[in-house]
């Protein structure tokens, strides 16, 4: 069945330093990626997605790009902030027509001053 | 703003009781879905719908049932809970992405 691996459970950065959380995916659908974010006590909320080969995507600073010859969707960002302390969850839809959803196990992300 | 709306937001109950969450979605979207949130923050899928029909069924205890009015409203029913179902219970409209609702936290005990 399709699958989501996040490598990272916890990352820890100063303020200013650069961060890639690490996504890869397994389906033999054509996938669609996404990058939800969770900040404490709030709803998961949509910080990226892509369905296109090799094009890269972008939002409120984040980036990535869909790999699919390596499966991969890693989320980057150049400078972090400290409001970017969340929970960042990689999902991939594919199997049954699009509708079933699957979530990685999430890397949470610390920014400290 | 938030276009997906869940009650209640807490609840807290005994073993073997009944519960039921609603959620309404205003966004306009054919399909949402519930999803279990747990205490190490994993996000699992329980059920989708599309349009009112049962799209997506994982494997969960028959103790958990869905039911759809409309396209705009998905609720979840427990019978009998366990300590076990303890967590956040997600609801979420969809056209690609996935826009989320608050939440409700249940609490077992």
């Known amino acids: 069945g399709d699958s989501v691996t996040q490598t990272e459970g916890l990352v820890t950065l100063t303020k200013g330093l650069p961060v890639m959380l690490n996504c890869t995916y397994q389906?033999?659908?054509?996938?669609?990626l996404f990058w939800y974010v969770q900040h404490l006590n709030e709803a998961p909320k949509l910080l990226l997605k892509s369905s296109t080969d090799n094009k890269r995507t972008e939002h409120q600073g984040f980036y990535a790009t869909l790999h699919k010859s390596s499966s991969s969707f890693h989320l980057q960002k150049s400078s972090v902030q400290l409001s970017d302390s969340a929970l960042y969850f990689c999902a991939l839809s594919g199997g049954a027509g699009g509708y079933k959803v699957v979530f990685g196990s999430g890397t949470r992300l610390l920014v400290s001053p | 703003e938030t276009a997906v709306f869940q009650t209640p937001n807490y609840h807290v109950t005994q073993v073997g009781n009944e519960v039921s969450f609603n959620c309404k979605q205003t966004l306009g979207h054919d399909t949402m879905y519930w999803y279990k949130q747990d205490s190490k923050k994993l996000l699992k899928i329980m059920f989708s719908?599309?349009?009112?029909?049962?799209?997506v069924n994982e494997t969960v205890p028959r103790r958990f049932s869905p039911q759809s009015s409309d396209k705009a409203h998905l609720n979840l029913r427990i019978k009998s809970v366990e300590p076990e179902d303890s967590a956040v219970y997600l609801c979420a409209s969809s056209s690609y992405e996935q826009y989320f609702g608050p939440g409700t936290r249940l609490t077992v005990l």
């Open positions: 389906t033999t659908y054509s996938p669609f």
């Open positions: 719908y599309n349009n009112k029909q049962l799209i």
